[in-house]
């Protein structure tokens, strides 16, 4: 953590973290600040204005980076800032070479979740309750990723079950599938503290269970749900309104990105969209969405 975030208080930290994964569940990542002196954040350090001063900086990267500007003016804008690369490379081990049968995937994610043990690789270990390791059909061909565990998830130790799991449920049904039909994993498998977003340690770590469950399943469609899930994906960070709308490649499968559930539940109007992707994931399923009643 830096030195500026740790000069916050943790109402205002994670007022802050919030809005930035807002923004970055927009697909906007770049955030600039400009260099303070330390002498200057340990005088401030006692005082809330360096909070102010980082809100400020928040709405200033809000006017610079809002969608219905020109993708190329987030990055022209103080140019003389301190800049987090929006292509950022993340490490990915090599895809394991023979496929699992069918009937053996749930012994070989068995493996995977016996070699997890109770895990203390990362920071992260301190704070959970359940590790979450995955939930869903082994043989599925349509598999969902997620960020990682929340609260109720840290509590039942499975994925999804909280009110983000309940709008990933309706989308599932609205696909016309039961939610024990398709995989569903996240990039991290214990809860972040406050929910925050995992650190690129966290997630390097942790993640390469993810890849391992993905080559035991070797499920046709991979859906990304949100750009923590996509980063780790495609190995790299990019901003997520670039990534919708078409099929990547990953691991032998085709990946789909989306909008995380909790950045739709916090702007429903953004569902279209969501299904929009849904429904490229289905037509390379070859699955046609249930009549209405
Ligand atoms: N959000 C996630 O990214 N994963 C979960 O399992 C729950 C909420």
Same mark, same amino acid.
């Given at each position: 953590m830096s030195e500026l975030a740790r000069a916050l208080d943790p109402a205002t930290r994670e007022a802050l973290a919030q809005r930035i994964r807002f923004y970055r569940d927009l697909g906007l990542t770049e955030f600039y600040r400009r260099p303070v002196e330390a002498s200057l954040i340990e005088a401030e350090a006692a005082s809330s204005s360096e909070a102010q001063q980082v809100a400020d900086e928040c709405d200033q990267a809000e006017s610079v980076s809002a969608p219905s500007q020109p993708e190329s003016a987030e990055h022209q804008i103080h140019a003389e800032?301190?800049?987090?690369?929006?292509?950022?490379?993340?490490?990915?081990? &090599? =895809?394991?070479?023979? +496929?699992?049968?069918?009937?053996?995937?749930?012994?070989? @994610?068995?493996?995977?979740?016996?070699?997890? !043990?109770?895990?203390?690789?990362?920071?992260?270990?301190?704070?959970?309750?359940?590790?979450?390791?995955?939930?869903?059909?082994?043989?599925?061909?349509?598999?969902?990723?997620?960020?990682?565990?929340?609260?109720?998830?840290?509590?039942?130790?499975?994925?999804?079950?909280?009110?983000?799991?309940?709008?990933?449920?309706n989308m599932i049904s609205a696909m016309g599938l039961k939610r024990g039909e398709v995989y569903i994993a996240n990039v991290v498998k214990c809860?972040?503290?406050?929910?925050?977003?995992?650190?690129?340690?966290?997630?390097?770590?942790?993640?390469?269970?993810l890849f391992r469950q993905i080559d035991v399943?070797? &499920? =046709?469609?991979?859906? +990304?749900?949100?750009?923590?899930?996509?980063?780790?994906? @495609?190995?790299?960070?990019?901003?997520?309104? !670039?990534l919708r709308g078409r099929v990547h490649s990953v691991r032998g499968c085709q990946l789909i990105v989306t909008y995380h559930p909790a950045y739709l539940l916090r702007d429903p109007r953004q569902k279209k969209e969501a299904w929009a992707d849904l429904q490229i994931a289905m037509a390379e399923l070859g699955l046609k969405a249930p009549a209405r009643a």
């Amino acid at each position: 953590m830096s030195e500026l975030a740790r000069a916050l208080d943790p109402a205002t930290r994670e007022a802050l973290a919030q809005r930035i994964r807002f923004y970055r569940d927009l697909g906007l990542t770049e955030f600039y600040r400009r260099p303070v002196e330390a002498s200057l954040i340990e005088a401030e350090a006692a005082s809330s204005s360096e909070a102010q001063q980082v809100a400020d900086e928040c709405d200033q990267a809000e006017s610079v980076s809002a969608p219905s500007q020109p993708e190329s003016a987030e990055h022209q804008i103080h140019a003389e800032d301190e800049t987090i690369s929006t292509r950022k490379s993340f490490p990915q081990p &090599p =895809q394991i070479g023979a +496929a699992v049968a069918p009937g053996e995937r749930a012994a070989a @994610l068995q493996l995977i979740r016996d070699d997890i !043990g109770d895990c203390v690789r990362c920071a992260l270990h301190k704070g959970r309750n359940k590790i979450v390791f995955a939930d869903g059909s082994p043989a599925a061909r349509l598999m969902f990723v997620g960020e990682g565990p929340g609260a109720d998830e840290d509590a039942q130790g499975l994925p999804f079950v909280g009110r983000a799991g309940q709008l990933l449920n309706n989308m599932i049904s609205a696909m016309g599938l039961k939610r024990g039909e398709v995989y569903i994993a996240n990039v991290v498998k214990c809860r972040p503290p406050g929910n925050r977003t995992p650190e690129p340690e966290e997630a390097n770590i942790c993640s390469q269970f993810l890849f391992r469950q993905i080559d035991v399943v070797r &499920p =046709q469609v991979l859906v +990304a749900l949100g750009a923590t899930a996509a980063t780790y994906l @495609l190995g790299a960070r990019q901003p997520l309104a !670039g990534l919708r709308g078409r099929v990547h490649s990953v691991r032998g499968c085709q990946l789909i990105v989306t909008y995380h559930p909790a950045y739709l539940l916090r702007d429903p109007r953004q569902k279209k969209e969501a299904w929009a992707d849904l429904q490229i994931a289905m037509a390379e399923l070859g699955l046609k969405a249930p009549a209405r009643a």
